[in-house]
């Protein structure tokens, strides 16, 4: 990452444009982001979560961080100086249609201050949020260099299909080295990676617009149905919902 600085942690909104983000930054206090439109990415030195408008993300305090927006995105954050989450790295949560009405009635009110009615919105907010399933939006990174340039490879191209054979002549490394590089440095396997870094590539690309079908054959499933499954699967609704 690019060097950082101390960005104070707010609650409240703001519109980010298609491609617009924050440069690198860490807040004293913890902090909930989260999209009500668009994609947001948000990456750290150990890997990056991508939160669709289903999903919000906790940061916890002096978590150096950056932020990218696919599609026209609308960011609201919530500054908290407690961690009533009990979550020491950044975790994606899942945002139920309550939870998301809490999110944005609260961020787009800040002006009020602590009076006692935002105060008990604030309090059902976060009773809502200890009680939200963490959603698979992490795509963890590589540090040795073999790995690193088999990520990118997919990255680049998460339609590649080769296997960790075929990628490892590539690197220099045999599959038994990679697999286990998978499982220290990546905390998976690799076809787990891989479906990971595919899921993440899908959100981005439908919240740029292109259709189910076209997204399920840029990021490798072999057909728009198993695409589709898979999404629900991840995600608990179809790609076509989130769109809508």
Not at 57 to 64: D, E, F, G, L, S
Not at 168 to 176: I, L, Q
Request: proline fraction near 6%; hydrophobic fraction near 35%; include cysteine.
């Amino acid at each position: 990452m690019p060097e950082t600085r101390q960005r104070p942690a707010t609650t409240g909104h703001r519109p980010i444009q298609a491609g617009g983000g924050i440069d690198p930054h860490w807040h004293d206090r913890h902090q909930i982001v989260y999209a009500g439109h668009g994609v947001l990415a948000v990456t750290t030195s150990t890997g990056t979560w991508v939160a669709p408008a289903t999903t919000a993300i906790w940061i916890p305090a002096r978590t150096v961080h950056q932020h990218r927006a696919y599609g026209e995105t609308t960011l609201h954050t919530i500054a908290l100086d407690e961690n009533p989450l009990a979550l020491t790295t950044p975790t994606a949560l899942s945002v139920t249609p309550l939870l998301r009405e809490l999110i944005l009635t609260y961020t787009s009110d800040e002006e009020r201050g602590e009076s006692v009615e935002r105060v008990r919105l604030r309090g059902v907010l976060l009773d809502q949020l200890r009680a939200s399933d963490q959603r698979p939006t992490y795509l963890p990174a590589g540090q040795d260099p073999r790995l690193m340039s088999i990520c990118e490879l997919l990255q680049e191209d998460p339609a590649d299909g080769r296997t960790l054979v075929e990628l490892g002549r590539v690197v220099g490394a045999s599959e038994r080295t990679l697999s286990r590089l998978c499982k220290g440095e990546l905390g998976m396997t690799f076809p787990q990676w891989r479906v990971q870094l595919r899921l993440q590539r899908a959100l981005i690309r439908l919240a740029e617009g292109r259709s189910v079908t076209q997204v399920a054959h840029e990021t490798g499933w072999a057909s728009t149905s198993a695409f589709i499954d898979s999404f629900r699967r991840a995600f608990g609704h179809t790609p076509g919902s989130r769109r809508a």
